[in-house]
């Protein structure tokens, strides 16, 4: 913001005369401006891209008409969907059919404040940067239980309580993985996470502590996936069971949308992941974060964006979908009880040194109580997992048993 | 086990009422009293050297011009132990048939005898659940009968349209507006 | 709830109404495979009962295969089961001349399995393809669907429909083969051979989300597969290996080697809709080894003419015949009534997917709405053939 304040004096410098808060409010909201405007324009891209690389996975061609390679194809698809008639279906809580979308857009699009795009260049650097990038994204889950049951529609409801379910199932694991490299650093501040990376690709958090570090980033990585509805965690879309879920009543600018908060949303995971564990918008080699005068720490930290963001597509046209109470094991016995684990376990390597003379802490009494800790989840998800394998064939020895035909001939 | 065989096993247990029998035909079957069919179903499917436990189709058949009118009810039976195909056929009355259901022996005579009261009008009786099946619920009448008329309307839509449009045509009734219009005086100047 | 909501079934008959939920999936859904209307009673997701409805399809095959004549029959019996018209009209002119008592040649009877093994990956294809998009994998789906366009290309070529053909005739086939169709069906088959069907291994079948989906679910014990007369991949997927190519040989079947795939319950119960699935998948390999053995003897057989014993009219005698053939669905089974003229007295058609789906109510008992949907198509179904 002081960065914002010194080139606005700079260029007009009558400012420097205006009312405390009216420079307040505008040097926040012009950076805030500036980054939503090129953050939404990422959609028109996004979908753009996913159609190609769908259709090349699929060996076909994708949009080849509109525009020199279909590059104007979400553009006319964007026009379109602006100038259709926005349908209120019978009996539908108008309010709450409006406010949906809204709320989900803007749960999408508030994390994108605290995301650095370079040493200075973040809209606002707040020093609870991961605490509260958690908290806005979960105003989407609002809006979506708000579409699901302002729609009228059994289906929309289905929808909506299932990915309510697994939103919230979600977020947890992905939280006590955000602990982790928290942990590490001390700090929630997002521009402290990615300073304490710098050197080159050996510092990024991924490549620390191997390998106990790229299996939290797989598990962060999956846990964004169920939380923006991505395959395989796409139940609350399940195209061919539900139609289209919690929207499938909305039509034209309400339905665009929700488009384009699931894609904010993907770019937002992506761009926190890489923040996280990727090194921000540090250059893998030092020597290539500056091209002359120009800083390249958004280039760096959009390649990685976008690379994750491709992972993420690439999953989704290879993945069939899970159901949703798989879904739910795979959240609580699996991801729940591995972040838990990490999280005792780094922990434990961060915060328990062996120290420098007197009583070994760390060997005695450190490392007993992490391994103990660790060792506890670890049995916890293996007999859960037991269990789950008995449930199964029992109730498939039940499924059998149960049909009362009378014997076949052999 | 062959047709004969198979035809003496049942006579033996059924005496009379395994009413008749063409063994030479091309698919063999035994003619069975209406009554007896679902007896001689469970006989067919329990008895350890006939073993057919399998129905493979069940179909009614009209037989208006032959004497004396009746309508058929085939039973292609089929078993998996011994792999050897029979047909059993009842002959019922063409004015409200009705013989008793075997879904208790197969169960998938269920939506085949659905089926036969849907498009012929057999009654099977003991059925759990008869009604229509492949025509509309409110349908009236069963279609495969050979004195079936098609209705004139059903919930108000022709059912034959080309005859009746034909007649509303020339009587001078328009079709259609506009760009659309096709009755016959306006359409001769179009091109062709 | 039946007063006021009439084409909602009143389930017990007492008109009260329950705190279960009725769903309605169809008549128009993107995963029922047609116009099927299935009604659910389900307690949040689990499904208490099911009740199918069908005849949105329904398109008086029988009566009016009463008022043309026999080979006016053929292009009626080729819209039943669309995806898979090969084998209908195969079956109906097995059924006509098992009653005029002709056989053709063997070259016509070459031809015919080649074109009904084709037919057969084509349909499986088209099977598995779909039934992968129901799960939630989109791509298999296109893979499958591009070599089935080639399939497609090669009946065009041969016939010139790509859907519904009218091939198979009373005692013939209705085109030839063009020359050059050997060579492009072995290029066909190898790249299907090589790279389609190792890929659709690899990316979807032994895949662990996809089997944790379909691999408990809709288990259906052979009992039961007896009883409802499943035929085909459902039953031999509950682990009974009945083929009628095997047992009841027609057409010249019993001079090629194949084998006949049966569910084992590698990844769950015996009898679940992987199990159906998987039977599906490898009777594409099998499949393709007899289109080679086919082609293998096409090109020693010298061509003979396929109208040969096509009578100038098909009249069969005074009598009725039951006569089944292994579609890609099951057994299809026609029951023929001839008086002697010139149209069939009766025909009624025993379809393998009418019969499937009767199954349905019992299996859905306890499942989730999205087991409904892999039970669904783990049977296989086109409407067309329900309904006819």
């Known amino acids: 913001m002081d960065a914002t304040y010194r080139i606005l004096v700079s260029l007009v410098p009558d400012v420097a005369g205006w009312p405390a808060w009216a420079v307040a409010v505008l040097c926040a909201a012009l950076p805030a401006l500036a980054c939503f405007t090129f953050m939404s324009l990422g959609p028109i891209g996004y979908v753009y891209a996913e159609r190609k690389i769908s259709a090349f996975m699929q060996d076909r061609l994708g949009p080849m008409r509109v525009g020199p390679y279909g590059v104007l194809q979400t553009i006319a698809d964007t026009v379109k969907l602006l100038f259709k008639e926005a349908i209120f279906p019978r009996g539908v809580d108008r309010r709450l059919f409006v406010a949906a ?145 919690f929207h499938t009543e909305y039509s034209g600018f309400f339905f665009s949308l929700f488009f384009l908060a699931e894609y904010t949303e993907m770019f937002v995971l992506s761009a926190v992941a890489s923040v996280l564990f990727l090194g921000g918008y540090l250059a893998p080699i030092p020597a290539l974060q500056q091209l002359g005068p120009v800083p390249l720490g958004w280039f760096w930290l959009l390649f990685k964006a976008w690379a994750l963001v491709f992972v993420m597509m690439w999953l989704r046209w290879t993945l069939p979908r899970s159901r949703v109470d798989q879904l739910m094991h795979i959240a609580w016995k699996v991801l729940l009880p591995i972040s838990l684990g990490l999280v005792a376990v780094v922990g434990g390597l961060v915060l328990w040194p062996a120290t420098r003379g007197g009583f070994p802490w760390d060997r005695w009494v450190g490392w007993p109580i992490t391994l103990a800790v660790a060792g506890f989840l670890l049995v916890t998800m293996l007999r859960a997992l037991h269990w789950d394998a008995r449930r199964e064939r029992e109730l498939a020895r039940g499924a059998r048993g149960a049909v009362a035909v009378s014997r076949v001939s052999r | 086990m062959d047709a004969p065989a198979i035809h003496g096993a049942l006579a033996a247990a059924f005496g009379d009422r395994i009413t008749g029998a063409d063994l030479a035909a091309v698919s063999p079957f035994a003619i069975v009293e209406p009554l007896a069919i679902a007896e001689v179903a469970a006989f067919c499917k329990a008895d350890p050297a006939l073993a057919f436990d ?115 045509a020339l009587g001078g009734e328009p079709i259609g507006v506009g760009p659309f219009d096709f009755t016959p005086a306006n359409r001769s100047q179009e091109e062709p | 709830m039946s007063s006021t909501a009439p084409w909602i079934s009143d389930w017990d008959g007492d008109g009260l109404d329950t705190d279960e939920m009725v769903v309605n999936m169809g008549p ?18 689990v499904v208490r009962a099911a009740r199918p409805h069908i005849g949105y399809l329904h398109r008086c095959f029988e009566k009016h295969a009463e008022n043309v004549d026999y080979p006016g029959v053929l292009p009626y019996a080729d819209r039943m089961d669309y995806v898979a018209a090969m084998g209908n009209t195969l079956g109906f002119a097995l059924t006509v001349e098992k009653l005029l008592g002709i ?61 519904l053909y009218n091939y198979n005739w009373v005692g013939g086939v209705s085109h030839d083969l063009p020359d050059g169709f050997l060579r492009a069906t072995r290029d066909m088959l190898s790249e299907f051979d090589s790279v389609t069907f190792p890929e659709l291994l690899d990316l979807i079948i032994h895949n662990r989300i996809f089997v944790k989906r379909i691999a408990g679910v809709g288990v259906c014990p052979r009992e039961l597969a007896i009883a409802y007369d499943l035929s085909g991949p459902n039953l031999r997927g509950s682990g009974l290996a009945y083929d009628l190519r095997k047992d009841e040989p027609y057409s010249g079947y019993q001079g090629y080697e194949f084998e006949v795939c049966v569910g084992t319950g590698q990844y769950g119960p015996v009898g679940s809709c992987f199990d ?72 009624k058609v025993k379809s393998p997917c009418f019969t499937a789906m009767s199954v349905f109510h019992n299996l859905a008992k306890g499942m989730m709405i999205a087991d409904v949907i892999a039970l669904i198509g783990s049977l296989d179904i086109v409407l067309g053939e329900i309904d006819r």
Request: net charge neutral; proline share 7%.
């Open chain 1, 101 to 245: 979308p809204l709320l989900v857009s803007v749960g999408a699009f508030l994390p994108l404040v605290v995301i650095p795009w370079g040493g200075r260049l973040q809209p606002a650097d707040l020093n609870v940067g991961v605490f509260y990038v958690i908290a806005v994204s979960s105003i989407s889950t609002v809006g979506l239980i708000m579409a699901g049951w302002a729609s009228n529609n059994k289906y929309a409801l289905f929808g909506a309580m299932r990915s309510a379910a697994q939103i919230v199932s979600y977020e947890i694991p992905a939280l006590m993985i955000i602990l982790v490299p928290v942990l590490i650093v001390g700090s929630l501040s997002l521009q402290d996470l990615t300073l304490a990376q710098a050197g080159g690709l050996h510092h990024w958090f991924l490549f620390r502590y191997f390998p106990l570090m790229p299996v939290a980033f797989l598990v962060f990585f999956t846990a964004g996936l169920a939380e923006t509805n991505r395959a395989p965690f796409d139940i609350p879309e399940a195209e061919s069971e539900l139609v289209a879920g």
């Open chain 2, 54 to 168: 399998n129905l493979m189709c069940l179909s009614g058949v009209d037989y208006p011009k032959e004497t004396p009118p009746r309508m058929e009810v085939v039973y292609h039976l089929f078993s998996y132990r011994h792999r050897h195909t029979f047909a059993l056929k009842v002959q019922l009355p063409r004015e409200s048939p009705a013989v008793p259901s075997v879904e208790g022996v197969w169960a998938v005579a269920n939506w085949h005898e659905r089926e036969a009261w849907d498009l012929f009008g057999i009654a099977f009786t003991g059925h759990s659940d008869l009604r229509r099946i492949l025509l509309p619920d409110d349908w009236e009448g069963h279609p495969l009968r050979k004195d079936w008329q098609d209705p004139e309307y059903y919930n108000g839509m022709h059912v034959k349209p080309t005859q009746q449009m034909q007649e509303r």
């Open chain 3, 28 to 45: 128009q859904h993107p995963a029922t495979h047609g116009v099927l209307r299935l009604e659910l009673r389900t307690d949040g997701e």
């Open chain 3, 103 to 163: 056989e053709p040649s063997p070259y016509v009877q070459t031809l015919r399995v080649l074109m009904a093994e084709l037919q057969r990956i084509a349909s499986h294809a088209v099977a598995v393809g779909t039934y992968t998009m129901d799960i939630g994998a989109f791509t298999p789906f296109l893979h499958l669907l591009r070599d089935r366009e080639k399939i497609l290309d090669l009946f065009e070529w041969t016939c010139g429909a790509r859907l």
């Open chain 3, 276 to 347: 159906r699935n998987w039977v599906r998948v490898a009777e594409m390999r099998e499949s393709s080894k007899i289109v080679h053995q086919a082609l293998d003897r096409l090109e020693k057989m010298e061509k003979a003419d396929v109208h040969e014993k096509v009578p100038k009219r098909v009249k069969p005698p005074k009598g009725e015949v039951y006569c089944r053939s292994e579609a890609p669905r099951g057994q299809l089974g026609y029951y023929l009534v001839s008086d002697g003229n010139v149209n069939p007295y009766r025909l």
